[in-house]
């Protein structure tokens, strides 16, 4: 059975940083394409970041994450990272794992920053 284990939202004030982390079980995790999207209240779910199979592959960024997150991933523990920095009150959302051969999803995690 597959599982995607998000952890490290949580509350902070703008201009400050967390790092999510998303621990796959399950899967040949050095295989998939892993991303990182989000889901504010009231809007559609967006990506935010993805990387590519290999640890320090290729990877892509929203226009509105650029230079503020980073997107990174461990192979030998299976786990994909997202550091985000300088965070705005605009990047409240829920942030979910996924992969992408399986079309797998996280249960999401909870980002939430105060102005």
């Known amino acids: 059975q597959v599982q995607l284990v998000e952890s490290g939202g949580g509350l902070v004030q703008a201009g400050g940083s967390l790092r999510l982390s998303c621990e796959v079980r399950g899967m040949v995790f050095s295989l998939n394409a892993m991303g990182w999207y989000r889901q504010a209240p009231g809007k559609q779910r967006e990506l935010v970041a993805q990387?590519?199979?290999?640890?320090?592959?290729?990877?892509t960024y929203a226009d509105s994450i650029k230079g503020r997150f980073a997107i990174s991933r461990d192979n030998a523990k299976n786990t994909v990272y997202l550091q985000m920095n300088s965070l705005k009150p605009e990047d409240t959302a829920v942030y979910y794992c996924?992969?992408?051969?399986?079309?797998?999803w996280g249960q999401g995690t909870q980002v939430t920053v105060s102005s």
């Open positions: 996924h992969a992408e051969r399986g079309n797998y």
């Open positions: 990387i590519s199979p290999v640890s320090g592959g290729v990877t």
